[in-house]
């Protein structure tokens, strides 16, 4: 299957510090790339749908200056957390979409521990 | 009522059991069906995609989808440990513009 990197696997920050994660498709181009917030023992919680060169689209709730997504490329998007606060801790996950067909490959997801 | 239900388990079987997992759906415009297998603390990994009803078979994996029952299955044969994971359904009208849908995972442990 469709490889789907992402980076980095586990950030530990400081309250009030801005982290950002990249999803990266390696050997597919998606226009279409998610990101999903998973809190343990939940489902994945969309969080927004991310088009190549255009805005994102935020799900009800999810606050977009707080959760910054740039996808400016067929191969690259990063969310970037900014100020973030202990609430912000989670395990976020991105995905992408073959341009042909509705198959989702994951990445591996990131840890994000704000102390 | 949710678009997707499933049961969240958490379902014990003895290895080398057949484990039966299920969702059902209320969207009738949903012709696209995955199933998921997601480790603790990793992304999902995709096991099957099949496209509107029938039967697919995978290795050890098998997937049915009826659409007049609105009702997906996956059934894994001679189950192992190694299978033990959270397993999601999920499904999608087909369009560029369509969302995927989740069932909330079912939790599988297969006992050695």
């Known amino acids: 299957g469709a490889v789907v990197s992402q980076h980095p696997s586990r950030v530990i920050c400081k309250s009030g510090t801005s982290v950002k994660i990249e999803c990266r498709s390696l050997?597919?181009?998606?226009?279409?790339m998610f990101w999903y917030r998973q809190f343990p023992k939940q489902s994945l919680m969309l969080m927004a749908t991310?088009?190549?060169?255009?805005?994102?689209?935020?799900e009800q709730g999810v606050e977009k200056d707080k959760f910054l997504i740039n996808h400016a490329s067929l191969t690259l998007s990063t969310l970037t957390v900014t100020s973030a606060h202990p609430e912000d801790s989670s395990f976020y996950i991105c995905?992408?979409?073959?341009?042909?067909?509705?198959?989702?490959?994951f990445g591996s997801g990131t840890q994000l521990s704000v102390l | 009522q949710k678009e997707v239900e499933q049961d969240p388990g958490p379902l014990s079987v003895p290895e080398g059991a057949i484990v039966s997992l299920n969702c059902t759906y209320s969207n009738s415009a949903f012709q696209y069906f995955m199933w998921y297998r997601q480790y603790s603390r990793k992304g999902p990994e995709l096991l099957m995609y099949?496209?509107?009803?029938g039967n697919k078979e995978d290795g050890r994996f098998t997937a049915q989808v009826d659409k007049s029952s609105k009702y997906i299955s996956l059934f894994i044969r001679d189950s192992q440990p190694s299978d033990s994971a959270t397993y999601l359904c999920?499904?999608?009208?087909?369009?560029?513009?369509?969302?995927?849908?989740f069932g909330p995972g079912t939790s599988l442990s297969v006992i050695p």
């Open positions: 995905s992408a979409r073959e341009r042909q067909g509705q198959k989702l490959f």
């Open positions: 999920a499904m999608s009208a087909g369009t560029s513009y369509d969302k995927v849908i």
């Open positions: 991310s088009n190549e060169g255009s805005k994102a689209t935020y």
């Open positions: 099949t496209y509107s009803s």
């Open positions: 050997d597919f181009q998606a226009t279409t």
